[in-house]
Structures are given as structure tokens and as C-alpha cells.
């Protein structure tokens, strides 16, 4: 195969016949550069979706449900097996909101290769007093310093710091919506009683702010000691374990390993979060549709441009043959103005796509729910730019392929002939 | 005298739009250095002929030899090559390549056969355009030169690989009277000087008696060959 000269013939046909080469290439480009653009903003959006929701919930979630023992002591005792056994007003069982041997269970999770961390909470129902206003709410100790590591709390905590939380024994991190009901600010004292009445004052060290108006109406967050010591139990008092794996994917399964092995509830991300991937997969969908069906009317677009110019160059094909070109040095002529085309066009979508996705991700856009996002989400993998180009190549090949299948079997004599 | 072109018993139907004799067993050959011209009323099957002696009609029974070889069933890739190599063809229309300059239309076959390096079949161009008067013409685009000057630069195309044989179909059919005897005298130069072949098939008869020898074409069938000498 003579390269140079096939190209060459190529190169001449293309630049002669600027203003169809042109429409072609814009054709490729724009199906190119609105892939990019969709894909990249689409992905964007995802995963700050996705963020929103996956750093909020911990893959897999253990504590104890709150239910009636299955065997009540009615049916332990053997002469009423036979019997019809009615019960009224079974009571959940006592004492369960702690899950037994949380430590030990903790430092298990901690050395496993799958666990990225495991985190220990108390949840307590309070009350925030606020003269003579009770507002109920929960207060939830952590391990502050060991949440920011795993979750992106810190996003969350838009005034104050975790570190403050952590070396201040009596500090809490109030949630947003109560520290404007009770117009508080950092530095300021909050009282707050149990259940059982015990009243403790606590100082403010942070505003939090998740972005769900609920939780930030009603959630505050204390270490892990002052909650255990605000309901008077012991250090190893604690009511959930929040596991952050290396592989989410892993999540269904470990949950049912560990709801076996340490006899708690354990809920997976996939199971609290169904819908949510349903969702992304058809944003996805929709993403790749367009793209592939702005693709395929470019695909038309080089396939009618190039089948006029091999009936305009009849005459030259005829007479390359008759010169001593053979089919297949026709068909590469053809095929290369193709690829040609969709090179061109595809780096310049590829071009294209980028300038727009920049434009988008320098547009203000400011949410409640993700108090560090300034401007839209745009997600520049280099991944949708090898497959926009691929793309590009594989409609222009397949565009150019059938008219240059014609040009490689049109017979030299019949047009020399003129029949 | 070595034999450059050779047909055997060709025979060729035309099966549309119905089945029709168009050459009936035509044998003759060609020795080198010779001038022959082939002629015959429209329909008498001698364009068929030479398309198939140019080897881009392969739908015939026979064999034909170009220099010995038998080329009949050889692939279309290798008869392209051939033609590449051994054949310059000279049409009634110019057909060249408009959008190519003239240099670049004669060196299109070499840059094919590519056996030179680009200089060289630069210069061969421009030797071959100097021998026919028109290297000025050379940076020209083809499409603005005149009929005369085309079929000049058409023959220095067909030239430029030092084929074995060159066949031309009424090569002088669209030229007026003028670039007709132009184009002759070329023709008759390069049989004197560099000893080429040439066959050509005409209407013109002037063209034609000037020739070495006349080969007579009726009805698909070789009726008579007389020599001019």
C-alpha cells in the first residue's frame, strides 16, 4: 500500500471541497462536543448525588431494632406446646438500644481488610431548652476526629471546626435550623435535658448544616463521652456502629455476615438508598442516547458527503484504476477522507466539549445541602474523552465504509466508455 | 522481434441487455517497437478490444500475453499492477485529475509504482512534459489548460512508468485537426526514438493510414490487417 500518495489524493479531494468537508467535520464535532459536554455535566451532578447521599449514609450501618423477643416465655414452658398461646400487649424488650460487646465488636471491624473504618455513636432523644421552650431534638456522640476522616463531615460544619468539638469535653456542634430558632452562635451556652430530666449545659464549638431542613432542625452532635455521661452509662454503651468500606460493593454481603455474627441489625447503603441508583443509571441512559443519536446523524451527514463526491469523482476513480490504482487503494482513498474527517471533527469536539464544560462549571450555582459547592458540578474524567473520540472514529468509519465499498467496485470501463 | 502483446481466441459476450457475440475469436499480436491501429464501424467491437488488452475488462474467454506472460486470471490487484507498470493509456476524453496540477497528474503512476524516490519522478515528469512542449504548463491546474494541452499531458501520464506497450482509444477523436497531427507526431517520435509500442484504436482514417499497419475490425471479427509500410 502506497500511504502518501492515497493520503495525498485524499488531502486534495478534502481541501478542494472545503465547504462539504467542513459540514462533515462540524457534524462530528458538535455530536462529539455535546457528548462531552452532557456526560461531563450529567457525571457531575451524580456524584455530587451521590456525595450527597453516600457520605451522609455509612455503607453499612449496625445497631439494635427495637422489637418483642420472638420467644416470649409462654413458649418455653412445655405443657402449653399443644395450646393455642394468645398474648396481649408484648412490650419490646428492655435495654436494647445498646448493642452488646460494642467494643470488642468495634476493634473487630476496625482490623478487617474490607473495612476502611468503623465508627462508634450514641443516639439519645433530648430536649434543647430554651427559656422556657423545650424544642426535642437528638443529640448524637461521636468519634469526631475519626467521622471527619471517613465521612466529609467537615463540609458540613459551616461555622466552627470538628477539632474544636474534639479537645472541648462539654462542646456541641448544633444543627443550623435549632441555632437559628434559638438565636445561637459559637461560643454561646446551650442547655439540654434527658428523657429523665437531668439538665446539662453544653458550649457551642459549631454550626452544622447538612442541608435537610429535618435533620438540621433537630441533630446536633456531642463526643462520644459527654452523651454516655449526659444518660449516666457506662463507656461501653453504645447504640450504633457506622462502617465505611473500602468496596462498596462488598456492602450486601458483609451486612448479612455481620447481622449473623454479632446478632445486631445490620442495613447495607444499596438497601437505604434503592432508588437512588435507579436514578443514576438513567441519567446515564439518557446521557448516552442523545449522544450516540447526535452521533448517527453526523454518521449521515459524512455518508451523503461522501457518496456525492464519489459520484462527482466518477471519472477520477475510472482513470486512477486505468492508471494502475487498484480497488483497494480507491477504497483507502475514500476511507481515509473519511477518517480524516472524523479525526478532525473529533478533536475538535473533543475541544469543544471542554470549553463548554468549563463554561458550565464556572456558573454560580449554591445549594443548602452542600454548603462547599460555588459553581455547577462538572466531572473532567479523561476517560469521556478517549471514548468521544473512539466514538467519533467508529461512526466515521462505518459512514465512510459503504461509499468507499462503491468506489473500490465501480468498473473503469463503463465510465471511460460513458454506459 | 520480441512479441509484446498477444491475444488468443477472445471471445466476449455481452449478456444485457441480451446476449450478444461482441468479439469472435480474435488472435493477433504485437511485436515491439510496432505502431498498430485498430479500426471499424461503431458497434464493430474494437473499444471492447482494447479494454480488454488493457487488462480492466476481464469477462472474456482466451488468454492474452503482455511481454510472454499470460495475464489472463491473474487477480484484479495484480492486473492493476501490471497496468501500473506496463501499460500507459491515452483516452478520447482527457481525464486527468482537475484538481492536481499537470506535474502532479504525470506523476501520480510513479508515486503508485514508487520504485523512485520523489526527486526522481519529479524529474522524470518534467523530462517527459519537455519532450511534448509543455513543461511550462507544468504548475498549472489541469483543469485550466487547453484540449490540445491535456492530451499532451495525458500521454506524458501514460509515459511516465517506460511502459512496455501504449494504447490509446481514439486519442485524437476530440482535437481538431491541428492537435490531431500534434498528437500523431508524438505518437510516431516515440515509436522512432525511444522504440515504444503503440496501439490505437480510431475512426479518423487519415490517423490511421499514417500508422505501421491497419488492423480492420466488422462485426466482433478481425476482417483484414494491411501494412502502410
Request: negative net charge.
Amino acid at each position: 500500500m502506497n500511504w502518501p500518495v492515497i493520503l495525498n489524493i485524499a488531502k486534495t479531494h478534502l481541501l478542494t471541497k472545503m465547504k462539504s468537508t467542513a459540514t462533515a467535520a462540524l457534524g462530528v464535532t458538535f455530536g462529539i462536543g455535546a457528548y462531552i459536554t452532557m456526560v461531563s455535566f450529567m457525571t457531575g451532578l451524580n456524584n455530587m448525588l451521590d456525595d450527597l447521599v453516600l457520605n451522609q449514609t455509612p455503607h453499612i450501618h449496625l445497631y439494635n431494632e427495637i422489637e418483642p423477643t420472638i420467644d416470649q416465655p409462654v413458649s418455653l414452658y412445655e405443657q402449653f406446646n399443644n395450646s393455642v398461646q394468645m398474648i396481649s400487649s408484648i412490650k419490646p424488650k428492655n435495654g436494647q438500644k445498646k448493642i452488646h460487646n460494642a467494643l470488642p465488636i468495634l476493634n473487630l471491624l476496625k482490623q478487617m481488610d474490607e473495612v476502611k473504618g468503623a465508627t462508634a455513636q450514641v443516639r439519645a432523644q433530648i430536649f434543647y431548652l430554651s427559656g422556657s421552650i423545650e424544642l426535642s431534638g437528638n443529640l448524637i456522640g461521636v468519634d469526631i476526629m475519626e467521622e471527619t476522616r471517613l465521612s466529609n463531615m467537615r463540609d458540613y460544619i459551616i461555622e466552627g471546626s470538628p477539632e474544636a468539638l474534639n479537645t472541648m469535653d462539654n462542646g456541641i456542634l448544633l444543627g443550623s435550623g435549632l441555632a437559628s430558632k434559638m438565636s445561637l452562635r459559637i461560643g454561646d451556652r446551650v442547655q439540654i435535658s434527658t428523657a429523665q430530666g437531668a439538665v446539662f449545659p453544653l458550649k457551642i464549638v459549631g454550626i452544622y448544616q447538612s442541608g435537610v431542613a429535618d435533620i438540621d432542625n433537630s441533630q446536633s452532635y456531642c463526643n462520644l463521652k459527654t452523651v454516655q455521661r449526659i444518660l449516666g452509662e457506662a463507656q461501653n454503651y453504645i447504640t450504633d456502629i457506622n462502617i465505611k468500606l473500602n468496596n462498596i460493593e462488598n456492602a450486601p454481603i458483609l451486612a448479612k455476615g455481620f447481622e449473623k455474627q454479632f446478632d445486631v441489625t445490620a442495613t447495607d447503603i444499596n438497601e437505604a438508598n434503592a432508588q437512588f441508583e435507579t436514578g443514576t443509571n438513567i441519567r446515564n441512559l439518557i446521557t448516552y442516547a442523545v449522544s450516540i443519536t447526535l452521533l448517527i446523524v453526523a454518521g449521515f451527514g459524512i455518508y451523503n458527503i461522501l457518496n456525492m463526491l464519489i459520484y462527482e469523482k466518477m471519472k477520477d476513480i475510472a482513470i486512477l484504476k486505468a492508471t494502475g490504482f487498484s480497488g483497494k487503494d480507491v477504497q483507502y482513498i475514500f476511507m481515509s477522507q473519511a477518517m480524516i474527517i472524523g479525526i478532525v471533527g473529533g478533536v475538535l469536539g473533543l475541544v469543544l466539549g471542554f470549553i463548554l464544560s468549563v463554561l458550565i462549571d464556572g456558573v454560580p450555582f449554591k445549594t443548602e445541602a452542600l454548603p462547599t459547592m460555588t459553581t455547577y458540578p462538572v466531572d473532567f474524567s479523561v476517560m469521556y474523552y478517549v471514548i468521544g473520540i473512539v466514538f467519533a472514529l467508529i461512526s466515521t468509519f462505518i459512514a465512510g465504509w459503504l461509499p468507499s465499498i462503491k468506489a473500490k467496485h465501480i468498473d473503469p470501463v463503463k465510465i471511460i466508455r460513458g454506459t | 522481434m520480441d512479441i509484446v502483446l498477444e491475444a488468443k481466441d477472445i471471445n466476449k459476450h455481452f449478456h444485457k441487455p441480451k446476449d450478444f457475440h461482441v468479439l469472435k475469436d480474435i488472435s493477433f499480436k504485437i511485436f515491439n517497437g510496432e505502431f498498430a491501429s485498430i479500426m471499424g464501424k461503431s458497434g464493430s467491437g474494437k473499444s471492447t478490444l482494447l479494454y480488454i488488452l488493457s487488462t480492466m475488462d476481464t469477462e472474456y474467454t482466451g488468454e492474452l500475453f503482455l511481454n510472454n506472460k499470460l495475464v489472463t486470471g491473474l487477480s484484479a490487484t495484480e492486473l492493476s499492477l501490471i497496468r501500473n507498470e506496463n501499460i500507459g493509456f491515452v483516452f478520447q476524453f482527457h481525464y486527468l485529475l482537475s484538481e492536481f496540477s499537470v506535474v502532479e497528474n504525470v506523476m501520480l503512476p510513479a508515486k503508485k509504482l514508487a520504485r523512485k524516490s520523489h526527486q526522481e519522478i519529479e524529474h522524470d515528469a518534467m523530462q517527459k512534459l519537455k519532450m511534448l512542449g509543455i513543461e511550462s504548463l507544468a504548475l498549472q491546474k489541469a483543469s485550466r489548460i487547453s484540449g490540445g494541452e491535456k492530451q499532451r499531458v495525458a500521454i506524458a501520464r501514460a509515459l511516465i512508468n517506460n511502459p512496455s506497450i501504449l494504447m490509446g482509444d481514439e486519442p485524437t477523436g476530440n482535437l481538431d485537426s491541428y492537435n490531431s497531427d500534434n498528437v500523431f507526431n508524438i505518437f510516431k517520435q516515440l515509436k522512432e526514438e525511444e522504440g515504444l509500442s503503440l496501439l490505437v484504436v480510431t475512426h479518423d482514417e487519415d490517423f490511421a493510414k499514417r500508422t505501421d499497419y491497419i488492423i480492420q475490425m466488422e462485426d466482433g471479427r478481425i476482417v483484414g490487417k494491411s501494412s502502410n509500410l
